[in-house]
């Protein structure tokens, strides 16, 4: 009882500070969704209101209806083109954080257990690339993209993902290799594994929670680009979310209803995949190997 | 049969030499010992047996095959690490029986085998379980465990005791050699620690400086040390050196102790000139009796109960330990009288090899 209220002062401040940063991150997207429940008049009236008066499902009606209304005149249903664009930033993320995550399972293996000229300079030329801005290299990749024909393709816009989230991934995989004791590896030998069964058998299993990390981030990297998709996928055939949902503004009307429910809407993969993966991020898989 | 032999065998990283040609074998079936303090190439050499290091020059043959470039999991040698090195998501059957299923062997093999060694280690009830539930003495045996049920010719051992608590020590040591009684095995067993490599070894091999000072049975190495090196390294406590003047006399050697005391030793010699005795602190007595005498004056006094360990100086100030009596009265700050027989007296020349050996044992 009495060491509870011990530190009384601190832990004030502790609860201030998480009360704070949860305000920060769940504030926007409460707000995204009081916005897409809230009819169009009363979006643009005078007074704050923190829930809606008369909450409305009609912006969520109008983006999974068949067909649907905008200011009172039937119009054709948004809900082909977001269905589509959902599936392509599905497609394209999705892609991207599997080669991501075999490629630097793979790779950062061989930066940290493989013997071979200009291993570390190379590796630092990989991981030097996240300091270049993508604004830099926008206009050749585009010349090099329309040249190889993969504008606007699942393939063009994957690879640009792939080797724009790989050194950090490769980085991130790097040193969950070299905090793993080569004696696991040694040991699997000696017991007659070769080097890629040891890898495969003794080494990913451990490597789990840090390739289960590279996964999300390069989930979530992929599925909130807007930069590259707005460039290398102009048309439905591979546009996504973040592209289309902008596009809700008209010249003479904003939709903000209907963009904070698409917005809700495309939320939910990345919050259900981390969800999911959440429970592998766990540490102390190492523990026992050693004394 | 899976003999071990060595010849030549040098090791380099990059330019600096680490095992400086080592000529060595192993018997069929022989306990051997790598001893030597740390960083003297014991664990490289064990390592370079094992294939997990690569052979500069020179060959290793096990079983007459040579398998200086063979990889080590074509070796036929099973390794058990300073670190158990146990994979943590598997659990302590899947850990021993992970060299059966690469080998390809049947799931019912597997398990009768993995069975087989769980009982001889008394794992059985934890067969289930993971490494990270097991203690520090159970993870040991699962190690071992690791090691034996794939019956490898050769068995390696890097400082396996080294995480463990002096009783547990104690008593995997004694299973250890029960194992190699059981199995008859090749076993290497790598230490810097001489009680174990006394108790336990057929063979000691006294490394220093990636070469080897002296090959032989563990009371061939504590009776007849070929230098200083090896002298001081086996034998707690360890050996005394005294620096004396030694010269031919009447066909035997006299010795010029610290103080003026002469001592007459059986043996020949060359050239008179200035030496080191050797003398084992537990062939001196705190009574006085013995071919010499010493006055001296004790310093310190480790009482263990059934022995005391008196350290004293004698008159050139340099100071010896006498392993005496745990009933011997002698007080820190009094004097002393030591004695010793001249048989048990060793003497190195000035390069640190022995001139002559004691000779209790003959």
């Known amino acids: 009882m009495t060491r509870r209220f011990k530190h009384l002062p601190g832990q004030i401040g502790l609860w201030l500070g998480v009360a704070l940063l949860v305000l920060w991150s769940v504030g926007p997207v409460y707000w995204s969704f009081v916005t897409s429940i809230t009819p169009p008049n009363a979006l643009v009236s005078n007074s704050l209101h923190l829930w809606p008066e008369a909450a409305t499902w009609q912006h969520y009606a109008k983006l999974f209806g068949a067909n649907s209304t905008s200011q009172g005149n039937e119009v054709a249903s948004v809900w082909p083109q977001f269905s589509r664009a959902f599936a392509n930033s599905l497609i394209t993320s999705l892609a991207a954080t599997a080669l991501v995550v075999i490629i630097a399972a793979f790779g950062a293996w061989a930066f940290v257990r493989l013997q071979f000229p200009g291993r570390d300079v190379l590796f630092v030329l990989v991981v030097a690339t996240l300091a270049i801005p993508a604004y830099t290299v926008m206009i050749p990749l585009y010349r090099l993209m329309i040249s190889l024909g993969l504008i606007d393709t699942y393939t063009g816009v994957t690879l640009i993902y792939v080797s724009a989230f790989l050194p950090l991934a490769l980085w991130l995989m790097r040193s969950v290799y070299q905090a793993m004791p080569l004696s696991l590896e040694e040991a699997a030998w000696l017991d007659g594994a070769s080097k890629l069964r040891a890898f495969v058998q003794v080494v990913l299993p451990l490597a789990g929670p840090g390739l289960v990390a590279c996964g999300i981030l390069t989930f979530l990297s992929a599925w909130g680009q807007f930069m590259v998709p707005l460039v290398f996928s102009p048309t439905l055939a591979t546009k996504p979310l973040t592209v289309l949902i902008p596009e809700f503004v008209t010249r003479n009307y904003v939709d903000y209803g209907l963009m904070n429910a698409a917005g809700i809407v495309a939320i939910a993969p990345p919050l259900l995949l981390v969800m999911f993966l959440n429970r592998y991020l766990v540490s102390g898989l190492m523990a026992g190997a050693g004394k | ?362």
Do not use: W
């Open chain 2, 1 to 362: 049969m899976a003999e071990v032999s060595l010849s030549n065998v040098k090791k380099d990283f990059g330019a600096i030499s680490i095992i400086k040609g080592i000529d060595l074998e192993i018997k069929d079936g022989e306990f051997c010992v790598f001893v030597g303090p740390s960083g003297c190439g014991k664990s490289t050499l064990l390592r370079m047996i094992a294939g997990l290091e690569d052979i500069t020059q020179g060959a290793l043959r096990i079983g007459g095959r040579d398998m200086t470039k063979i990889g080590p999991s074509d070796r036929g040698v099973a390794m058990v690490f300073q670190s158990y090195a146990l994979y943590p998501h598997m659990t302590v059957a899947e850990n021993i029986g992970f060299g059966l299923r690469m080998t390809g062997h049947d799931k019912a093999e597997i398990a009768k085998r993995t069975t087989a060694a769980a009982k001889m280690l008394q794992l059985e009830p934890l067969l289930d379980r993971k490494p990270g539930q097991l203690s520090g003495g159970q993870r040991q045996r699962v190690a071992i465990g690791r090691a034996i049920v794939r019956n490898p010719e050769v068995f390696l051992f890097d400082e396996p005791l080294s995480n463990l608590d002096a009783s547990l020590r104690v008593q995997m040591r004694g299973e250890i050699s029960r194992l190699h009684q059981d199995l008859g095995a090749t076993m290497i067993y790598v230490t810097h620690d001489q009680v174990e490599a006394m108790t336990m070894a057929d063979k000691i091999v006294v490394l220093s400086a990636g070469r080897i000072e002296q090959v032989g049975s563990p009371l061939e190495l504590y009776h007849r040390p070929k230098n200083l090196f090896v002298a001081g390294f086996i034998g707690s406590p360890k050996m005394n050196f005294i620096p004396v003047e030694a010269r031919p006399h009447n066909g035997g050697i006299e010795v010029t102790l610290p103080g003026g005391t002469l001592l007459q030793l059986a043996g020949t010699l060359a050239a008179a000139g200035k030496m080191t005795l050797g003398l084992r602190p537990e062939h001196a007595t705190a009574t006085g009796a013995g071919d010499a005498v010493l006055p001296t004056k004790v310093q310190l006094a480790e009482h263990l109960g059934s022995e005391t360990l008196f350290f004293v100086s004698l008159a050139d100030g340099s100071e010896i330990a006498v392993k005496a009596d745990g009933l011997a009265p002698q007080r820190p700050g009094g004097a002393m009288q030591i004695g010793f027989p001249a048989r048990a007296c060793h003497l190195f020349d000035a390069a640190g090899n022995a001139v002559l050996n004691g000779d209790l044992t003959r």
